[in-house]
């Protein structure tokens, strides 16, 4: 299975951007690429996931590199309530088992 | 709309108790899983379920068995419990097309 990489924490200043890199250079052409967070003493929730094309919501923005071999997920305006792990996440298609597996992760801090 | 529902919250076992672990979900979805979480660590996936009637190994099988007793049900069975299982245990769901994945709140088990 295709393995992500981030890096272990990062720091960002309140109400600045924040650009969470991950890289996934062994992703499979179907694989889709999820982002999930988890705030201290709760489960992961759902962040932003998308296949090839760069992907806009409430909560955040996913930019996919053209070869697919990274991704950026960006958060335009930090709020002391983003402060969390961020997973970068690799999902493959049901026929090859529909695992999910989750790496170490990326620990935001926002500072004030 | 309940989602993803986990009992117990909290539990405390003695080394070789037996115990069982339910995860319900009502969103019609085909596949549930079950990860841990050590303290400071990510998560690790012990087992999953890509549709009713099957099942499969994960990353750390091992002191574990799973059923999955109908579409909404996925539970964890620890025959006989260790300290090394002291965790906190999440379940989730999702359906086919690779959306969103739902976690339960997690159950604190410690093992003593």
């Known amino acids: 299975d295709a393995k992500t990489t981030q890096p272990n924490s990062m720091e960002s200043n309140e109400e600045e951007p924040v650009h969470l890199p991950c890289n996934h250079s062994?992703?499979?052409?179907?694989?889709?690429i999820h982002w999930y967070r988890q705030l201290p003493s709760q489960g992961p929730e759902y962040v932003i996931h998308?296949?090839?094309s760069n992907v806009n919501n409430r909560m955040a923005s996913l930019a996919i590199a053209e070869d697919r071999k990274s991704s950026t997920l960006i958060l335009h305006r930090a709020t002391l309530r983003d402060a969390a792990v961020y997973y970068c996440?690799?999902?493959?298609?049901?026929?090859?088992?529909?695992?999910?597996?989750f790496g170490t992760g990326t620990s935001l801090t926002v500072i004030p | 709309n309940a989602g993803v529902t986990q009992t117990p919250k909290f539990q405390v076992l003695k080394t070789g108790q037996s115990m069982t672990l339910q995860c319900a979900q009502d969103?019609?979805?085909?596949?549930m899983y079950w990860y841990r979480q050590d303290p400071g660590m990510g998560l690790r996936l012990i087992y999953y379920?890509?549709?009713?009637?099957?099942?499969d190994k994960g990353e750390v099988p091992n002191g574990y068995n799973v059923s999955r007793l109908n579409k909404r049900e996925f539970s964890l069975r620890l025959e006989s419990a260790a300290p090394s299982q002291t965790s906190v245990y999440f379940c989730?769901?999702?359906?086919?097309?690779?959306?969103?994945?739902?976690f339960g709140s997690g159950t604190r088990l410690t093992v003593v």
């Open positions: 996440i690799l999902r493959p298609p049901e026929w090859r088992g529909n695992q999910f597996y």
């Open positions: 969103m019609n979805h085909n596949s």
């Open positions: 989730a769901s999702s359906d086919r097309d690779r959306g969103v994945v739902p």
């Open positions: 998308g296949l090839t």
């Open positions: 062994t992703i499979s052409g179907t694989d889709y």
């Open positions: 379920s890509a549709s009713e009637g099957t099942t």
